[in-house]
């Protein structure tokens, strides 16, 4: 059964979190009638309201949820109903304190935030599926649920518990994975500190130990827990395909890699009938725009390039960063329109109005607490205009340049303790050669490693450290059928179990990229080298020895003085490059034009022009971050959407500007 949109949402998806329960009845009508002001197609409902659809074991409370979902029914407003179960009641934790959740250190948590939660815990699990089921029966087959949203931004704020419950799910996990006590002590390397286990019950969770864990033990660890998580959501998920087969069933990511780091979503994504994504701007980042994009990007991928949704996002200032800068005027729109720019069929927000009290009082809302007659709400209300004229956009998808290989697996292994160097960062490495494919304005998918790539001309790999042999057989077959790989440094070190390949590094590379390295020679901090074409490396060096590559560019200075830095190897007809150091923005565009991805840009820097092709035609997104007039070449003939006014030869794109253009 095709679940891949929620059910009755013709345009694209416009609204946010609604929390009525927060409100008195007089407040309901003003809402409706604003948000058809506003031009709201959608809205999240019943997130966090466990304690009042179930105020007691077994008793349910459901008068006011019907009442809302009739009038978001009357109005034509479809909704997006949650699972409440990222937020048990009081009277749950009263019954069951051993569900709250132990720390690293042995520290169980309280309740009274969100997500306080042991996800190995049976109570826990038995009573999330219990709510889930009533919510199922009574409301599986409503007129106005569009699309079910499961529990809320697993992983955030806890991801793992270290209690006992804990450690006994991990142990089954384990003997799932590897049969026998003997595949699990030769997959962990335990005769190093004389680590050997006899028996199942004698392995824990990697607990705060002196003075490292067991690396391995810690990373499966990392996919145990995601795995639960996962498993929670599953529990939900099955229950309301089995009651409301018809509706599509999603849970919000935290896709973006400055947001959350403990889930797997290349995993999570193949459980999930629609992707959906929140995304919250690092407010005080330098061009927090291009992390947005690359958090978009991400989302696409994860949908397998299909359509997915922009859950939440902010009109402007959020609560919970150091210092909560406000969005400037313009802002939002520029933001929600990248989102749909990069795959996103719709702009949802947290919050549709904002809250007088709790932890978010001073998160914005698409109705703040100055009102209607405030800017946010004036522009609340144009960007719902501009939403609706996009309806022709709704299902089309982006087109892109190159693909990045992510894995979230291999993040984890190489971060934690005892590396080369704890400057040495993968997330900061994927950043910056997204950056410098941003810069140059390529369009990046982000592939997994093991993915097919053969429809990609370029592919980069900003960081793998952890390197399956399978996932080197794929790079070797596509780089000899003709694809031009970048490879980043400290990538094919270890295997799944972060054991070191044998032989020399980059054991998994070696053969692929036509070299070995003899020394890994970090850099101190603050330390930088130079190459013999100008380009600045920081952080890292090697010492490479050619083997049958040949080099590129060479180290001047440094540790690696006189060696090579970036290489070239032939394969096939093919190319596979190597990066020996950590270039800035402008190093790497560097080497991503002599790779020949790059030719020189015809647009400035921070404008933005991607393109959405679909049955119905192609869209081409150009969006102006900066505050100077742009006119931008434009070989088509087309309408602009949001204008209606023709162009042809030339784009005039205003300072802060969004400007859409149709063509057939």
């Not at 007659?373 to 939403?387: A, H, K, M, P, T």
């Not at 080497?591 to 400035?604: I, K, S």
Request: glycine share 8%.
């Amino acid at each position: 059964m095709e679940r891949d949109w929620p059910v009755g949402l013709e345009a694209l998806a416009y609204g946010g979190d609604y929390t009525p329960e927060q409100w008195p009845a007089e407040v309901w009508a003003e809402d409706r009638q604003l948000m058809r002001s506003a031009g709201v197609t959608m809205v999240s409902i019943g997130i966090f309201a466990w304690s009042l659809l179930e105020p007691e074991p077994g008793r349910y409370e459901f008068g006011w949820l019907d009442h809302q979902l009739a009038l978001l029914h009357e109005d034509g407003i479809r909704v997006d109903l949650g699972t409440p179960t990222v937020v048990p009641p009081a009277w749950f934790y009263e019954q069951h304190p051993e569900a709250l959740p132990v720390t690293r250190s042995g520290v169980r948590l309280e309740p009274g935030g969100r997500g306080t939660i042991c996800p190995s815990s049976p109570a826990y699990q038995e009573a999330a599926v219990a709510i889930t089921e009533q919510l199922a029966r009574r409301y599986g087959d409503h007129p106005a649920v569009a699309l079910w949203h499961v529990h809320n931004e697993y992983g955030a704020p806890v991801s793992a518990c270290y209690c006992d419950e804990s450690a006994k799910a991990f142990r089954g996990w384990l003997r799932d994975r590897y049969t026998t006590i003997k595949e699990l002590n030769e997959a962990w390397g335990t005769t190093f500190w004389g680590q050997t286990y006899n028996c199942w019950s004698q392995v824990e969770p990697p607990r705060q130990v002196p003075p490292v864990a067991n690396p391995s033990q810690q990373l499966d660890w990392a996919r145990f827990t995601s795995d639960a998580l996962l498993a929670n959501f599953k529990r939900e998920r099955d229950v309301l395909h089995a009651l409301s087969p018809q509706v599509p069933v999603t849970t919000n990511f935290h896709a973006g890699l400055a947001q959350c780091e403990s889930l797997d979503y290349w995993a999570w994504a193949r459980e999930v009938d629609v992707v959906t994504n929140d995304h919250y701007l690092v407010a005080e980042a330098d061009r927090n725009h291009v992390g947005l994009a690359m958090a978009a990007d991400i989302s696409r991928s994860l949908a397998g390039g299909r359509p997915w949704l922009l859950l939440e996002h902010s009109t402007g200032a959020v609560n919970w960063q150091p210092r909560n800068l406000a969005k400037r005027p313009g802002e939002m729109a520029r933001n929600s329109l990248a989102h749909v720019a990069r795959g996103s069929d719709g702009a949802m927000f947290f919050q549709w109005r904002a809250s007088r009290f709790g932890a978010e009082k001073f998160h914005s809302a698409m109705l703040p607490h100055a009102g209607t007659d405030s800017r946010i709400w004036r522009e609340v209300v144009q960007l719902g205009q501009d939403i609706a004229a996009l309806a022709p956009v709704r299902g089309s998808r982006v087109v892109a340049d190159i693909a990045m290989l992510w894995d979230w697996q291999s993040w984890w292994a190489q971060r934690l303790e005892w590396r080369p160097s704890a400057d040495l960062d993968a997330r900061e490495r994927a950043d910056t050669w997204y950056a410098a494919a941003y810069n140059h304005h390529l369009t990046v998918d982000f592939a997994h490693p093991g993915a097919d790539l053969s429809a990609y001309p370029l592919v980069v790999v900003p960081a793998l450290y952890s390197m399956t042999d399978a996932t080197a057989a794929n790079l070797h077959e596509y780089v000899a059928n003709g694809g031009v790989l970048v490879v980043s440094c400290f990538s094919g070190i270890v295997d799944e179990h972060d054991m070191v390949h044998p032989g020399a590094h980059p054991g998994a590379l070696r053969d692929l990229l036509g070299l070995t390295i003899d020394e890994f020679t970090p850099l101190r901090a603050d330390e930088q080298v130079q190459l013999d074409n100008g380009i600045t490396g920081q952080v890292w060096s090697e010492i490479v020895v050619l083997r049958g590559a040949e080099q590129v560019w060479s180290y001047t200075d440094g540790p690696a003085a006189g060696q090579p830095a970036v290489t070239r190897h032939t394969v096939g007809r093919g190319t596979a490059w190597y990066v020996s150091t950590c270039p800035t923005e402008d190093g790497l565009a560097t080497v991503l034009q002599a790779a020949g991805a790059l030719t020189a840009p015809d647009l400035p820097r921070d404008v933005e022009l991607v393109e959405r092709a679909g049955a119905n035609g192609r869209y081409f997104f150009a969006i102006n971050h900066t505050g100077n007039s742009v006119t931008l070449p434009f070989s088509e003939s087309g309408t602009e959407l949001l204008t209606g006014a023709h162009v042809a030869n030339a784009l005039e794109l205003p300072p802060g500007a969004v400007r859409i253009i149709a063509t057939a």
